[in-house]
T-cell receptor, first 115, second 117 residues
Framework: AQSVTQLDSQVPVFEEAPVELRCNYS??????LFWYVQYPNQGLQLLLK??????LVKGINGFEAEFNKSQTSFHLRKPSVHISDTAEYFC?????????????FGIGTKLQVIP | KAGVTQTPRYLIKTRGQQVTLSCSPI?????VSWYQQTPGQGLQFLFE???????NKGNFPGRFSGRQFSNSRSEMNVSTLELGDSALYLC????????????????FGQGTRLTVV
């Protein structure tokens, strides 16, 4: 079975400080990994994805994530956060099952940027 | 290119009623998935449709059902509404190609906020 764990439900951080949102996945087979952001009363928007290749993935809004196979982690980072980054962030893992894919989402991490 | 469109955006229903939510995927996307999002449970997968067939289902009671039409538009129905069904219902579409990971990411609509009173 595939599962995604986001270790922190809420992360407060001061504006212009760095932030790391943690995500661990469990899967015995190859997975594709994603980070989504959700602003209030909106759907989820893709931030970045890891499919293969370089383990450091850069996304929109200055975010990046590093795929670590040995630690089964895909932590999201930003060197300097802005007030507008206040949102909920979801990590997701996708497995290929024959002709289709199955996605599992983490429970989400609320990032609160403090001015 | 238009995004995923969900209608209506907001709904208020009373217990015992039934409701139908609609989702129009991005043009060319054949996979449509539905999720329920609540503050305590996060995103929970309801079901996925591909080419008018349900091929994946989450752990929800039979009151939750869906269908997909030949143009890939999808509807979700909840019968005999309960207070606990109050949630944001999200629809996501993807290309879901058979070969390789291309087109794997899901594109989400803005959701339908359902309140059951």
């Amino acid at each position: 079975a595939q599962s995604v764990t986001q270790l922190d439900s809420q992360v407060p951080v001061f504006e212009e400080a760095p932030v790391e949102l943690r995500c661990n996945y469990s899967s015995s087979v190859s997975v594709y990994l994603f980070w989504y952001v959700q602003y209030p009363n909106q759907g989820l928007q893709l931030l970045l994805k890891y499919l293969s290749g370089s383990t450091l993935v850069k996304g929109i809004n200055g975010f990046e994530a590093e795929f670590n196979k040995s630690q089964t982690s895909f932590h999201l980072r930003k060197p300097s956060v802005h007030i507008s980054d206040t949102a909920e962030y979801f990590c997701a893992a996708m497995r290929q099952f024959g002709g289709y894919q199955k996605v599992t989402f983490g429970i989400g991490t609320k990032l609160q940027v403090i001015p | 290119k238009a995004g995923v469109t969900q209608t209506p955006r907001y709904l208020i229903k009373t217990r015992g009623q039934q409701v139908t939510l609609s989702c129009s995927p991005i043009s060319g996307h054949r996979s449509v998935s539905w999720y329920q999002q609540t503050p305590g449970q996060g995103l929970q997968f309801l079901f996925e449709y591909f080419s008018e067939t349900q091929r994946n289902k989450g752990n929800f009671p039979g009151r939750f059902s869906g269908r997909q039409f030949s143009n890939s538009r999808s509807e979700m129905n909840v019968s005999t509404l309960e207070l606990g069904d109050s949630a944001l219902y999200l629809c996501a579409s993807s290309l879901n190609r058979k070969q390789g990971p291309g087109g794997t990411e899901a594109f989400f609509g803005q959701g339908t906020r359902l309140t059951v009173v």
